[in-house]
């Protein structure tokens, strides 16, 4: 009895690496494509970009490629250095900033009025504007001139 269950074993033994050989071969990729494409993928994370590296690399053969195009199409052109990082981040943040500013935020006055201030710009804004007085200063005056003329007729 004993040398049937022997063979079991051996059996279920020479399953379990036929099947542990089957998911080494289907995991395997070259080590050096894996490192350079995570390098890569960290230079992009460094301009301050974040990419969906899942969606970007789905369907292409040369992932370093796609990559390095990516790169490229940022602002790193040849060998990607930490400068050049920083100039594509800053760019990138300007012109964030830039596109995020409200012109309706904008505060046109100086700031906040002082006592002084406060009863100077009162004074302005009880007065008639200087385009309003010349309007009204100018109908005043083409009336006197129609005046006078008729007057001496």
């Given amino acids: 009895m004993l040398p049937p269950k022997e063979n079991k074993t051996d059996k279920t033994n020479d399953k379990k690496m036929k099947k ?28 301050g970009v974040r990419r969906n590296y899942k969606k970007l690399l ?11 195009k990516e790169l490229e199409e940022l602002g790193v052109h040849g060998q990607p250095t930490i400068q050049k990082w920083k100039k594509v ?17 904008i505060i046109t ?11 100077a710009s009162q004074k302005q804004q009880d007065c008639p504007s200087s385009e ?18 008729r007057g001496r007729r």
Avoid: F, W
């Fill in 20 to 47: 542990s050989v089957k998911k080494d071969e289907s995991t395997r990729k070259p080590k050096s494509d894996d490192k350079s494409v995570a390098r890569l993928e960290r230079y992009i994370a460094l301009c």
């Fill in 58 to 68: 789905e369907d292409c053969r040369s992932q370093v490629a796609v990559l390095k």
């Fill in 89 to 105: 981040r800053m760019k990138r943040e300007q012109a964030q900033e830039l596109s995020a500013l409200d012109v309706n935020n």
């Fill in 109 to 119: 006055t100086q700031g906040r009025p002082t006592r002084r201030g406060a009863s």
């Fill in 132 to 149: 309003y007085q010349r309007t009204l200063n100018s109908e005043s005056d083409s009336d006197q001139e129609n005046n006078t003329h």
